[in-house]
Every structure is written in C-alpha cells, then in structure tokens.
C-alpha cells in the first residue's frame, strides 16, 4: 500500500485557489524532491498534509497508509508518523529546546499507546542523534529556536525528524541558509534516515541538495500541480532550461 | 479568516468552568447580622477580645469611611456594591475552645484536605500536596495558617518557630499577645486613611496573619497563610502584617480559594511589610479566588492593597504574584524604596479568561539614595477577558540615583480579550535612570502549529507556550509553588483539559 497518497487535491486561502488538483503517491522507502517556482504551493501542499489549519479543501483526497489524513487533527497525523521540517522553523520564548523534545515526543508516545521515555533513555537518545548532528548540548537548554542562526534552526528540525522517528518526513527547503559544512552534515543526518519503512519529500529549489540526498523521482510543480515528474537527472536539466517553459503551460 | 477562526473555536472551548474549588463546606457557622455600622465594629472587636486601643483604631477608620467613596479610576466595571447587604463576620462555631488541631471540625480539616493544603505538621517535597505515595522530605517544610471565612482555623509549626524567635499567629492572637509590635507597625504602611477599601478593612478585619522575624534571624522555613471563603454573602477582610527586623529574612506566601457561587463576593484585604536595616522580605500570592462562571456570573471582587515598606537602609521587599482566579482584581503590590540601597521587585503573572477583568500593577515609590526596584509583568488575556497592567514608578527630589527597569509583557488569545498598559512614571531628580518596555502580542498561529505539527495538542501547545512566555517570574516563586502555579496556569487556560 502507498504510504501517502494525494489525489486531485484543491485547495483555496482566503477565496484564492492555491493547488489545482495536485496528484502524488509516495510508497515507503522512497524518496521525492519536489521542485518549482517561487509562489507555485510547495510549503502549501506540505502545509495540508500537515494540517495547518487556514486551508481549505475544496476537492479531492489525501490517503496516509489508506486512512483519510484529511479527517484527523494535525497531533494524530504528527503521531501516526507525519513530520514537517518547516521552511521558517518558529521561536517559542521561554520553553528549553530540551523540554520541547521530550514533551513532544511523550505525547507522540502517549498518543500511540506506547510508554514513555524514562529520563536517562532520553538524554541517551537526544545525546546520540544531537553529536551525529553536531549540535552542542547548551544548544539544547535554549528556548526553542530562540536565538538560533538559520542553520541552526534548520538542524533542530532534522534533530527532531530524527529523534520522532517519523515514518513520513516532508523536508521543506531544509538547504536554505546553510553553508557547505551544515548541509553535508544535514543531508547525512537524513540519509541515515532513509529506510525501506520510511519515504521522503524533499521540497528545494537547488539541484545541489539532491547531490547529497539522491531522490528516486523528481516532480515538477508550478502553479499549483505537479507538471512533470522524472528520474533524478530531471533536476539537472532544471538547472540548466529554469522553470520558464513550465509557467508558460 | 480560517485560521483565526480556528484559534477562536479553541478558545471559545476555554473557559473557566473547571474551576476545582468550588466545592462548599457544610458546616454551622456564627455570623454577625447583616450590615455595616458601629455596632459591628463593635461586635468584632469584642468577638475578638480586642483591647481598647483596637477598637477605637477600628471605629475611627469606620468613621472615616463613611466620608469616602468608591474608586473608579480603574479599568473594571461591576454593578454597585450594596455594603448594607453583606455580612461582615461568619466564624465556624466552636464545640469548644480549640487546643490541637484533633479538636478542629473534622468538615473544615476535610476541606483543607481537599485543597491540598497540609494542616499536619508534615514536610512536603513539591507542590502543597505531598506527592501521592511518595515520602515526605526532611527538609522541606512550611508552616500554615488556616483562615476560613473570619476566623484563623489553625496555625501550623507555630512551636519550632518560637524556639528560632520568629512569632506567626493569627493577627488576632497578637493584638491580644504582642499588643506593642502590632500598635506599632499596624497601620504605618497602609494608614487607615488609605484608601475606600482598605479603610473598610481597617474597620472590619477579622483576621489574617502576623510574622516577626528578629534581627539576624533566617526564617527557617517558608510561612503561608490560606484563605478560603466559605459562607455566602459574606465579606472577607484579612489583615496581614509581616515585620521583618534588622538583617532578617523571610519568605512568605499566601494562597486563596473560594466555593463557586452565582453571587459576587467582596474580598478587601490589607498586607502590610516592613523590612528593616537589611531586612529582606519575599512574598508571594497564588491567587485563585472563584472567577465566576463562562458567562460572566458570580465570582469574588478582589480589591486589596498591599504595600511594603522599605523602612531600612539595604532592605529588600519582593512581590510576586500569580493570578488566576476573581472575577474582578484590583491591586497593587507596592514599595516605598525609603532607606538607602533599598531594593523593591515585582513579579507578576495575571491570567484572565470568561469575563475576568484584572487591573492590577505596582508602584514603586523611590526615596531614600540609590534605591532600585525591578518590575516585570506578564498578563495573558483569553476569552472575552480585559486585562490592564497599571504602573507607577516616582522618584523623589532626594532620591539620588534611583534606577528602575520595568517590562511589561501581554499575551493575547482570541480576539474578543483586551491588553492595555499603563505606566506612570515621574522622576524628580536628573539623576534617576528609570526604563521601561512593554510589548502586546497574540499568541501565534504558526507558533501553535508547530508544536501541534510536533504530537502536542492543541490545549497542551497553548499551555507549553503561555508557561514559556511566563517563565521569568515563574522563576521568582519558591519551588514548592512553582509547581503549583505552572499547573494552575495550565488549568486557567485549558478548556477541555485537565
Ligand atoms: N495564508 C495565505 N494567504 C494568502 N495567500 C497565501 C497564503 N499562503 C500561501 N499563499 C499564496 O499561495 C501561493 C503558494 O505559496 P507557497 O508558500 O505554497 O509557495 P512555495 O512554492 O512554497 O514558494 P517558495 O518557493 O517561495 O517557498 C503564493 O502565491 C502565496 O502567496
Ligand atoms: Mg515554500
């Protein structure tokens, strides 16, 4: 069975129809970039299957291991193994990144029927996956994001995607704003996420993430669906003819 | 707007009817007839076997009420108070004259019980209640005072506190026992021509507590006194007066519940502090008094004063305050900075949800040299709450190098709450530095989402985020009732949780 199945999906904001019948199937173990134009619904999309709320769905379908993603509340996707890497990852003043991991992580756990973590079994885990990360402990007793630079913020994501053990990870432009070293590090953080359980999209708008994170296909959306779906050298002969004879469909 | 709406759902879930309280004790009670004159005032004092001095103090502040009137000048509205129509004494009746806490009504023992407040002489590790199956610590202890309705019930770790020199009784018990402190310091914070509430407490307190700490004596464990209303249409007017001698130090901190009932009721306190010559004094406020139901109906009117004095040079006085509960707060923790060095601090948390309206802030009044003071309020306004932070910082001619720092910060969820500021501020000498930030900003959407995005719900994204956005004065509470409170903050908000 696919692991995500999106269907004719439209979706309006505010009277404005944003994805005009956008179809994709994810099967685990997969990975799929996503590329596009600025402005064509990528972090839109990933938002739907996510359940921000401020969308709406006018048509089709959204099917995760065949239940309907549409009728549950974005924490019960978050519990069943959805996880968004957002593009513009928020600060939460006050709240010690550390404490975060593990509340969230808790209600996962609890949300699924599963015990929780005992505190040494957790740091054990958080000091694990946050070395192979390179992030330094003291980040970790900040505030959430508070005072992170962008590539910063962008590791916490992967060193939540990591920790969540997500069985589907939507990385939305997880590149921007880190340098050379910081995305080695990242893309290898999600490579050794790859397995056959597990399926991949990978939002970005440069060819050189998927160097690192090699995708089994490569879609093409502009305003709004998906216009064409390849191999990965699709994202090479991107690079080279741009978007232009896409938006001109 | 989708997303808007979404938050206003939420919050429309939110109210306040889970108050845990609420619960009313059965039980026979004396009270005074109905009214306000002299002869109550009377009536008091004699219930309370008041020496002469008492007693002409309490009438002629009940004269001089007579004379004054309402205040208005805050932001609450509420319909006009009827102070003919109210009782101003309600004791629990004695079977007899009480000489351990075995002989209490076993009816007011449950109801502390209930509330989790110890009456025992126990240690406790966190939180008032003791962890459930969990051992008591050895070296965490507080000592209680029990005030229900007009009286003091009980007073806990009243003999280790002796032996260290520290005096924590019932106000009643001193005015009886230690008539010289209480004449001299009762009344020289807040004068009994105050203001309109806190003379008609002058005139009509029954009771609340007394501390003294001697000089150079550490307290050696944290005082705390409870208050629970428990009759209705009955008034509760304590009185507290805590002195803190030379190069003493002590922490203190009250808590307050109330039975949930469709009428209002008025709770007018007076606390007054004095710290002496390097005297320091920590007080702190869980305030959780019936906020009234979803609808706006009941709820205690919370109108108090409490000032401390910083009467000695290096004396420090630090309030903090989490409120959660009444339907209407009005109060100002303050702080005359008169000896040099002398430090003042306000830490405030004011939650408002339903129909609460809070107005509530300090004053921080500099007068001797070099006198600092820190102020730092957080107010979170949910449902179709008004919440106002009101400030006063002055700095007298004389007071050289006055220094203050003052952040105010306002939380809003939903968009039917109100936020409003308002700081004073007055300085008299060049020499002052006084700063002043203030930020109003609506909980996050995006903010929310992430953390929901992450496995929390809904209820628990806000609560993570509101306990963050507190987190500094949160800090400030002694670490029993931190606990308590970040609970407690949680509850207040959460609609359907908890
Ligand atoms: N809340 C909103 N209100 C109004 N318009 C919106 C809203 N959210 C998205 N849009 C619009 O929807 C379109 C798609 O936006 P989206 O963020 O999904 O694009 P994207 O492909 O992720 O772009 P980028 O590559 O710049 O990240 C844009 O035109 C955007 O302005
Ligand atoms: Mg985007």
């Not at chain 1, 589907?168 to 432009?173: F, H, N, R």
């Not at chain 2, 009234?292 to 290096?314: H, M, P, Q, Y």
């Not at chain 2, 628990?460 to 931190?482: C, H, I, S, Y």
Request: with cysteine.
């Amino acid at each position: 069975m696919a692991l995500l199945e999106v269907k004719d999906l439209q979706v309006r904001v505010e009277d404005r129809e944003i994805l005009h019948g956008l179809s994709l199937t994810v099967n685990p173990g997969e990975v799929h970039a996503i590329m596009g134009p600025n402005g064509s619904g990528k972090s839109t999309l990933s938002h739907v299957i996510a359940g921000k709320p401020g969308y709406e769905v006018t048509g089709g379908q959204i099917l995760f291991r065949g239940e309907d993603l549409l009728e549950m509340e974005p924490d019960e996707r978050a519990a069943k193994g959805v996880f968004l890497a957002f593009q513009y990852p928020v600060e939460i003043p006050g709240v010690a990144t550390m404490n975060f991991l593990r509340t969230a992580l808790n209600a996962q756990r609890k949300a699924r029927g599963e015990s929780e973590y005992s505190t040494p079994d957790f740091l054990k885990k958080v000091r694990e996956v946050s070395k192979s990360l390179n992030i330094p402990q003291d980040m970790l007793k900040r505030g959430v994001n508070v005072g992170f630079s962008g590539g910063e913020k962008k590791r916490n994501e992967i060193l939540q995607m990591a920790l969540f053990e997500p069985s589907l990870c939507i990385l939305d432009e997880m590149d921007s704003g880190l340098d050379i070293d910081a995305l080695r590090i990242a893309a290898d953080g999600v490579n050794a996420l790859r397995s056959l359980e597990r399926a991949m999209v990978v939002i970005t708008h440069y060819q050189r993430l998927l160097n690192y994170i090699v995708p089994d296909y490569v879609h093409v959306m502009a305003k709004g669906s998906v216009v064409k779906t390849g191999g990965k050298e699709l994202a090479l002969q991107l690079e080279e003819s741009g978007y232009a004879q896409f938006e001109d469909a | 707007m989708p997303a808007v709406q979404e938050t206003v759902d939420r919050v429309r879930r939110i109210d306040v009817d889970q108050y845990r309280y609420g619960f009313e004790t059965l039980i026979e009670s004396e009270k005074a007839p109905k009214g306000l004159s002299e002869d109550i005032v009377r009536f008091i004092s004699e219930k309370k076997n008041e020496p002469a001095w008492m007693l002409e103090w309490r009438l002629e502040a009940y004269r001089r009420w007579l004379t004054m009137t309402e205040p208005t000048w805050a932001r609450v509205h509420y319909p006009k108070i009827d102070y003919q129509d109210l009782y101003y004494y309600a004791a629990p009746k004695p079977k007899k004259t009480l000489s351990s806490i075995d002989e209490i009504d076993p009816e007011i023992l449950k109801t502390y019980e209930k509330l989790g407040i110890p009456l025992r002489e126990v240690a406790i590790l966190e939180g008032v209640e003791p962890p459930p199956g969990g051992e008591p610590s050895e070296q965490r202890k507080i000592a209680v005072d029990a005030v229900f309705d007009s009286v003091s019930v009980a007073t806990t770790f009243q003999k280790e506190l002796k032996k260290a020199g520290v005096i924590f009784m019932p106000i009643s018990e001193a005015i009886r026992e230690h008539p010289e402190l209480v004449r001299k310091y009762l009344g020289s914070v807040v004068p009994t021509s105050d203001n309109f509430f806190a003379t008609l407490n002058s005139a009509v307190f029954s009771d609340g507590s007394f501390v003294y700490v001697p000089p150079g004596v550490r307290c050696p464990m944290e005082l705390s006194t409870y208050f629970r209303i428990n009759e209705r249409n009955t008034g509760q007017f304590e009185r507290t007066l805590i002195i803190a001698d030379k190069g003493s130090y002590v922490s203190y901190l009250e808590g307050c519940t109330a039975p949930q009932r469709d009428e209002n009721q008025l709770h007018a306190a007076v606390v007054e502090l004095i710290a002496l010559d390097d005297a320091e004094i920590k007080y702190s406020t869980v305030q959780n008094w019936y906020p009234g139901n979803s609808e706006g109906l009941g709820g205690i009117f919370n109108f108090v004063t409490k000032r401390g004095d910083c009467r000695g040079a290096n004396s420090k006085i630090s309030w903090t305050q989490v409120e959660t509960g009444s339907a209407i707060t009005w109060k100002y923790p303050s702080c005359i900075l008169r000896g040099d060095n002398s430090r003042g601090e306000f830490y405030s948390i004011a939650i408002s949800n339903g129909y609460q309206q809070v107005d509530s802030g300090t004053k921080m009044i500099h007068l001797g040299k070099n006198t600092s003071s820190r102020i730092i309020s957080k107010g979170i306004a949910a449902g179709k709450s008004q919440n106002t932070y009101r400030g006063l910082v002055t700095a007298h001619r004389k007071a050289t190098g006055a220094r203050n720092y003052t952040a105010c910060d306002s939380l809003l969820i939903g968009d039917k709450c109100g936020a409003h500021t308002v700081p004073y501020v007055e300085a008299k000498n060049s020499s002052a530095t006084f700063e002043h930030e203030a930020t109003t900003s609506k909980i996050s959407e995006d903010v929310l989402f992430y953390c929901v995005q992450r496995g929390l719900s809904q209820e628990e994204a806000v609560g993570l985020v509101v306990n963050g956005f507190v987190k500094d004065v949160l800090q400030q509470l002694p670490m029993e009732f931190a606990v308590e409170a970040q609970k407690l903050i949680s509850i207040s908000l959460e609609g359907s949780v908890g």
